[in-house]
């Protein structure tokens, strides 16, 4: 391993969380009200000062939540790292599977969260400022930073990115577009659903970045240029680490699954809040099928419909699996989409009782 430039900030850095490793880590984030909200809406949301609980008014009546933590609009995005992905980074180097997904309504701040700002648009995609990076590119450079820091000679690590993005039941290869659509099927050692996505070696935050940024760009003028809505697509970035024990010439290996799901957008805007509740229009198929996995997961059915779509089959590790996972729910706090928000909230409580089986991968 090569010697790593110093990285002071990342000496200081602590969480103050202690990741569950059996259950889903939820957290929620609400995003500072945009100018049509500040017009049309106001302020829905109590936020109570213990960072766990929070209520949500509409229609005079209040729904309270539970969370792992609560996360006001003034969070920085340094806040929502430190909480919901640097507790992870020991987990993945010991060779835990990891995974951080957010999901929210369009527009909530998924893809601001998990890359940060700009990432909607070719032009500006990776230039943002450094404080307003999201969790991705701080979780690499914490991880590279971790594995240069080993002691040489004790452990040799090798790190693969690979980016995918699943839209309407397809899923395409960001980092090489030519390639045909990719297939998902079961991995004859485990059980388990991959893909054939390509697997580009990288050796530092630098690479990873710069893959990052070609594979936003690809998803972004790809969909602008089909009409195809990004906003109804998953993407996926996946970092396979293994590690070379030499002491013991055992190698371990992890994945780690950062996910920015599809909005979850699917309310009718009459009727009664239950009824409207209950409506499930225009939901993307795949982001039902996950809601049908948590629930089975959370009454502890017998059959969990993993099968049911490409995007579940993947996440079957994530939930109710071999993985530790964050999960980051992101939310508007004013009232015009206050619906939106406790439909966000009700998934999370949901995933809040899902039970995950998390074992060192080591051969
Ligand atoms: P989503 O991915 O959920 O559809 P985006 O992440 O694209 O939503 O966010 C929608 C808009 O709101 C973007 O212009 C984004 O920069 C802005 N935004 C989201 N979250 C925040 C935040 N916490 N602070 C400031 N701006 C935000």
């Known amino acids: 391993q090569p010697n790593h430039p110093e990285v002071p900030e990342l000496v200081h850095q602590k969480s103050d969380i202690k990741m569950s490793k059996k259950g889903v880590?939820?957290?929620v984030r609400f995003r500072p009200d945009n100018a049509t909200e500040q017009k049309l809406g106001v302020q829905c949301v109590d936020y109570h000062p213990d960072q766990k609980k929070v209520s949500v008014s509409c229609d005079g009546i209040s729904h309270g939540f539970n969370?792992?933590?609560?996360?006001?609009?003034?969070?920085?995005?340094?806040q929502i790292f430190l909480s919901c992905a640097l507790p992870l980074v020991?987990?993945?180097?010991?060779?835990y599977n990891c995974?951080?997904?957010a999901y929210g309504q369009t527009g909530a701040g998924k893809t601001y969260s998990l890359l940060g700002p700009g990432y909607d648009h070719p032009e500006r995609v990776g230039k943002c400022d450094q404080e307003l990076r999201g969790v991705a590119p701080r979780l690499l450079q914490s991880i590279f930073h971790q594995i240069y820091s080993t002691v040489s000679g004790e452990a040799v690590y090798k790190v693969y990115t690979s980016y995918i993005q699943i839209y309407n039941e397809k899923i395409f290869d960001l980092l090489n577009p030519a390639k045909e659509k990719l297939k998902v099927y079961q991995d004859t050692d485990k059980g388990l659903w991959i893909t054939d996505a390509t697997k580009v070696p990288s050796k530092n935050v630098k690479e990873v970045n710069q893959i990052l940024e070609l594979g936003t760009k690809y998803r972004v003028t790809a969909a602008t240029n089909s009409n195809a809505e990004s906003s109804r697509s998953h993407a996926l970035l996946i970092l396979t680490i293994t590690k070379h024990l030499i002491n013991t010439g055992t190698y371990r290996a992890s994945q780690v699954y950062m996910v920015d799901l599809c909005g979850s957008e699917r309310i009718s805007k009459t009727g009664v809040v239950e009824e409207r509740l209950k409506e499930a229009q225009n939901i993307n198929k795949s982001l039902l099928s996950l809601g049908n996995v948590i629930n089975a997961l959370a009454e502890k059915r017998k059959h969990i419909p993993y099968r049911d779509s490409k995007m579940t089959r993947l996440l079957q590790n994530s939930f109710g699996g071999n993985s530790l996972t964050s999960l980051l729910l992101c939310c508007s706090s004013n009232s015009t989409n206050a619906l939106e928000t406790i439909s966000t909230l009700r998934f999370g409580d949901r995933a809040n009782m899902v039970h995950n089986r998390p074992v060192i991968n080591q051969r």
């Open 25 to 27: 880590n939820v957290f």
């Open 67 to 78: 969370f792992r933590r609560i996360f006001p609009p003034e969070s920085s995005q340094e």
């Open 90 to 95: 020991e987990s993945i180097l010991e060779g």
């Open 99 to 101: 995974a951080i997904l």
